[in-house]
């Protein structure tokens, strides 16, 4: 009886009817990267000072410039290692009385403004910048600056609540069903944190987003990767991936375009709705018909592949099965994971491996908004490091396989990060931390990519790597570590050491 991969061979790996389906599903690639990365944008933190009643008014009277009515009115830096009381203090003096002069008005009340008591910021802050973010709006400086670190991790906290439920619906209910409930709910409520009326319902927009929208990334990639062939499916799998720094890309030039985070925000989030076309432009995946014993529709699929490509199908297509594969009979769990020594093993390794490269990929795209030089060609130029990355996995996963490349690529990552520390240079800082982003996406691409390649299918989509995210325990991100420790590749595992891995 011919499988899916047998079939494929005779009327096409990568035809019309894959390019097509593959590019389509790229677009919900590329929409997932404002939702990873938004925080760059949405939260970014601009100079500010304490607004002050009446500096405005003794500034026009006495025709400052700004640089003028900073000096006069703003405190300097306070002692190394404390805050900095020129953004969180204010002069506790009332600008309106008319005994202020312009040219030193502070000189009348002290003969040294260091003697001049401070105060918190009472009535707000001043923001320098023509645009506006979540900073600016809820003034999260300060004292309430750990607001901002909450706002993403509310995101991340739904990524990883999200690998525990999203991954069985897939498996449950289907790729495609997936895809459209998770699109449907993250473009709902991306709507609703552009509307959000304060910082509260804030987060609880952000982490409904989070609880889907990396789900509706993983289910897009298995969708995708099923369709083809199996020599295309490690291409397309990457390729995949590079959509996402291609949303990278054009999410900063959005950002550029719209400098205000409610505008911004509806401007990424109103065009997923889209996605719902997906309904009809978009089959189920053959191979989860199989394994759901929808033979039927799954013959219907494969028949209209064929004919999309130019092909007619093979005279036995009705005869279409799953491979003779015991694993593809079986009922994923996440106890599979730590099943047996040899998938246990797996598991801590990967688990370890994902939190590492999700804590660096994210420092260093926070790194951006930090650095004090211009955000938006700071976040251009690191995302396009990302596209030599994908490249250089195609390059070198088939000559040296996935343990050197990833070895290398952490190393790099690492020692980058430890560099930046000693580096002063804003453009010098900027190169180690492209260089570092660049390594630690190789880590992730790979990983993502050795998924199929390390577990037995039922347990690759029961696990919770490509389903999880930065905290999230991952049992396919760190497989090629453990398994290229064994000195061979996938297909040459032995059969005995397969069955092993198997629920009894």
């Avoid at 300060?142 to 690998?163: A, I, M, P, T």
């Avoid at 987003?209 to 099923?226: C, D, H, P, R």
């Avoid at 190789?442 to 299918?457: D, H, S």
Wanted: net charge negative; glycine share 8%.
């Amino acid at each position: 009886m011919p499988t899916v991969d047998d079939v494929l061979e005779q009327v096409g790996e990568f035809g019309w009817f894959q390019k097509q389906a593959f590019l389509t599903l790229c677009l919900l690639s590329a929409s997932f990267a404002p939702i990873y990365v938004g925080i760059v944008f949405l939260g970014f933190t601009p100079d500010h000072r304490c607004l002050s009643p009446g500096v405005a008014e003794l500034s026009r009277r006495c025709g400052w410039s700004l640089a003028e009515e900073l000096n006069f009115t703003v405190p300097g830096p306070g002692p190394e290692g404390e805050a900095f009381p020129r953004q969180c203090r204010s002069y506790q003096v009332d600008w309106n009385q008319s005994a202020l002069g312009c040219v030193d008005p502070l000189a009348s009340l002290a003969s040294n403004r260091s003697h001049l008591p401070l105060g918190p910021c009472l009535h707000g802050w001043v923001y320098d910048t023509p645009g506006s973010s979540i900073v600016t709006e809820f003034n999260l400086v300060c004292e309430n600056s750990w607001k901002v670190d909450v706002f993403q991790s509310c995101v991340n906290v739904g990524f990883f609540l999200g690998s525990l439920g999203v991954g069985y619906i897939a498996d449950r209910f289907g790729r495609k069903l997936c895809v459209l409930a998770t699109t449907l709910i993250s473009a709902i409520s991306g709507v609703l944190m552009a509307v959000a009326p304060d910082y509260t319902s804030l987060l609880l927009f952000r982490l409904l987003q989070g609880l889907v929208s990396k789900g509706s990334w993983t289910a897009g990639y298995t969708l995708t990767t099923e369709f083809v062939g199996l020599g295309y499916r490690r291409t397309v799998a990457i390729l995949y991936q590079m959509a996402f720094t291609a949303g990278l890309v054009l999410f900063c030039g959005v950002a550029y375009a719209i400098p205000h985070w409610r505008g911004l925000q509806l401007a990424v989030s109103v065009p997923t709705f889209l996605f719902l076309f997906y309904y009809w432009c978009v089959p189920e995946s053959p191979r989860w018909l199989l394994s759901q014993k929808k033979n039927s529709q799954a013959i219907k699929i494969m028949d209209h592949i064929a004919q999309k490509n130019g092909k007619l199908p093979p005279a036995d297509l009705k005869m279409l099965s799953l491979e003779e594969d015991v694993t593809e009979k079986l009922s994923p769990s996440f106890a599979d994971l730590f099943r047996t020594p040899h998938l246990r093993k797996h598991t801590c390794i990967l688990m370890y491996l994902w939190f590492t490269s999700s804590v660096l990929y994210q420092g260093l795209i926070m790194h951006m908004g930090a650095t004090g030089g211009n955000l938006y060609l700071d976040f251009f130029y690191s995302a396009l490091v990302e596209f030599p990355a994908a490249f250089i996995i195609i390059l070198t996963i088939d000559r040296v396989g996935r343990l050197y490349p990833l070895a290398v690529s952490n190393l790099v990552a690492g020692a980058a990060c430890f560099t930046m520390v000693f580096i002063s240079l804003h453009w010098l800082s900027m190169v180690v931390a492209c260089v570092g982003r660049m390594g630690i996406t190789i880590v992730f691409q790979m990983v993502c990519l050795v998924n199929a390649e390390l577990y037995p299918t039922f347990v690759s989509g029961a696990e919770p790597g490509c389903w999880g995210n930065d905290a999230a325990p991952s049992g396919d991100q760190g497989g090629c570590v453990a398994r290229d420790h064994g000195g061979r590749e996938p297909a040459e595992e032995s059969e005995a050491q397969r069955k092993e891995d198997l629920p009894s």
